[in-house]
């Protein structure tokens, strides 16, 4: 892993959301990445200006292409240009693949659990996907929080990879789509309880999203019955 | 350096005469921090200057309220890059809390409720240039912001401003703070660009 | 200001480390808890980062970065241990 920056060129965009896109980059000498690693982004402006972002990584293919998703925050710096700005063609330099342990492979046989709450879904698809390209058979289950239905990323891809192996629970914190079950809430204990693979199973499971979701979600988790050391998070700042 | 991101601008940067060098204009007010935010009732916070003999001189927040307190609008300029003109503060004179201690030591250690410090010379608290701060644009303090008070030296970084201020201590050499330890420079004088050390 | 986690420390520490140093296990000089550094509770202060202990709240290290140079100071950090 070194600190040298790769330059990337965007092969495609593609709206998501109303505040989120993916973003397809191809980088000469990438060499594909583990599930759940992260890029660093860096933009440079015609001042010398530098900013500096970390992505999880959408996809996790070998080959030269990756994907990122991208929401944007209001104030932000980086995610406006990301989201609204950026075109085929463009340049951007990425240091990585970075991270290796909020990280998922073939080889774990365990259950897997993934919880995710809006763009923390991205590191999550990168498991979701390499676990449908390996073949593995070992039971993934999603918990997938958002707070209307448009404000999923990846929802038709989703629904398309259900499978006996992958099965996805959603919940909506604001709005439920018409005819839902169950009103509009955040997830709670209640509902990890009803809606994830259970302690006795001792599945392995990451949650990813903004600060606040994360440590209500892994707090949960562990007074459940998990332990400690099966739940991996990735927190992003914001509430 | 970097390949430029086409159509990439950052942050308004406007060039303005009236900042210092390397620093950009900003109209929000960022929150930056080295650890979680302390959550500290009136009821029990004070503030103490301890000289060099170890006598503690003492104000709970009702002691500091009755001292004159002074409106004051400044310039900010944070290590970070980022200026703020025009800002208005209520608080009460480092001056006003010096009057009745006497000291032969030039140099003061700030510090915080959760840990945090900062060196300041004894020179660059006095003279109006320094005040214990707890109303911000005309509402008390919030914690993100330092609340309920905060050491307000406006000639210096921002950084030396410290939030959550609970006390200094004279000391007789200008020992480091904490982000001084970690690379921040001694003194801080924006107009100098003195970032780091 | 909420932090994030020891996630974000990967590209930084890159810079100076060539294995991958979130997966590393540190162990707290004040507490002594051992956990990995992508735990670890990360305050961001511009491009300067402030790592503290998840469980007693030290601070475990800081990253300065000022031009052309990147500081890093280990003042809470007993131990490190990587698998290579």
């Not at chain 3, 601070?59 to 698998?83: E, Q």
Request: aromatic residues 10%; hydrophobic residues 40%; glycine residues 10%.
């Amino acid at each position: 892993m070194s600190a040298v920056w790769k330059v990337g060129v965007v092969a495609s965009t593609h709206a998501e959301t109303p505040t989120g896109r993916s973003i397809q980059i191809d980088v000469p000498g990438w060499g594909g990445n583990l599930a759940g690693q992260h890029v660093d982004v860096r933009l440079t402006a015609p001042d010398g200006y530098q900013a500096v972002r970390s992505y999880s990584i959408a996809s996790a293919s070998p080959g030269d292409r990756l994907e990122l998703a991208v929401d944007r925050l209001p104030d932000g710096e980086v995610s406006p240009y990301l989201v609204d700005d950026l075109l085929p063609g463009d340049e951007l330099e990425l240091r990585g693949p970075l991270g290796g342990w909020f990280v998922w492979r073939p080889e774990q046989t365990e259950p897997v659990q993934l919880i995710g709450g809006g763009s923390g879904i991205v590191p999550l698809m990168a498991m979701i996907r390499a676990h449908a390209a390996s073949g593995s058979t070992a039971r993934f289950r999603l918990l997938y929080s958002v707070r209307t239905a448009e404000d999923a990323f990846y929802s038709e891809e989703l629904a398309a990879l259900a499978s006996a192996h992958f099965t996805i629970d959603w919940v909506y914190t604001r709005v439920a789509p018409a005819g839902w079950p169950s009103p509009a809430g955040r997830v709670n204990r209640q509902v990890l309880e009803a809606s994830t693979i259970a302690a006795g199973e001792s599945p392995s499971v990451f949650v990813c999203g903004p600060t606040g979701f994360v440590e209500t979600v892994a707090d949960a988790l562990v007074a459940l019955g998990h332990s400690a050391a099966s739940v991996k998070t990735e927190r992003f700042g914001g509430k | 350096m970097g390949i430029i991101s086409r159509g990439f601008s950052g942050r308004s940067r406007e060039h303005n005469p009236d900042l210092p060098p390397g620093q950009f204009l900003t109209t929000d007010f960022p929150v930056l921090s080295a650890g979680p935010t302390p959550r500290i009732d009136t009821a029990e916070w004070a503030f103490t200057i301890t000289d060099e003999s170890g006598l503690m001189h003492k104000w709970s927040w009702d002691e500091l309220m009755a001292l004159p307190i002074e409106d004051i609008a400044t310039d900010i300029h944070c290590v970070t890059r980022w200026s703020k003109f025009g800002t208005s503060w209520r608080g009460v004179s480092l001056d006003t809390l010096f009057a009745g201690i006497d000291t032969k030591y030039a140099y003061t250690m700030v510090y915080s409720y959760g840990g945090y410090t900062t060196n300041v010379p004894l020179a660059d608290l006095l003279g109006g240039k320094a005040w214990v701060a707890f109303e911000f644009d005309g509402q008390p303090l919030d914690p993100e912001h330092g609340g309920p008070a905060r050491l307000l030296v406006p000639h210096l970084y921002f950084w030396k401003s410290a939030k959550w201020v609970r006390g200094l201590e004279m000391r007789k050499s200008d020992d480091p703070g904490f982000w001084e330890q970690n690379g921040y420079n001694i003194y801080g004088d924006p107009w100098k660009e003195q970032r780091y050390s | 200001m909420s932090h994030i986690d020891g996630n974000a420390l990967a590209g930084p520490l890159s810079e100076l480390f060539s294995v991958d140093m979130t997966d590393a296990v540190g162990r707290c000089v004040t507490c002594g808890d051992e956990s990995v550094l992508a735990q670890a509770m990360v305050y961001l202060s511009g491009t300067d980062l402030v790592v503290r202990c998840s469980n007693c709240d030290d601070v475990l290290l800081t990253i300065v970065h000022s031009p052309g140079d990147l500081r890093l100071t280990l003042t809470g950090l007993a131990a490190l241990r990587v698998a290579i």
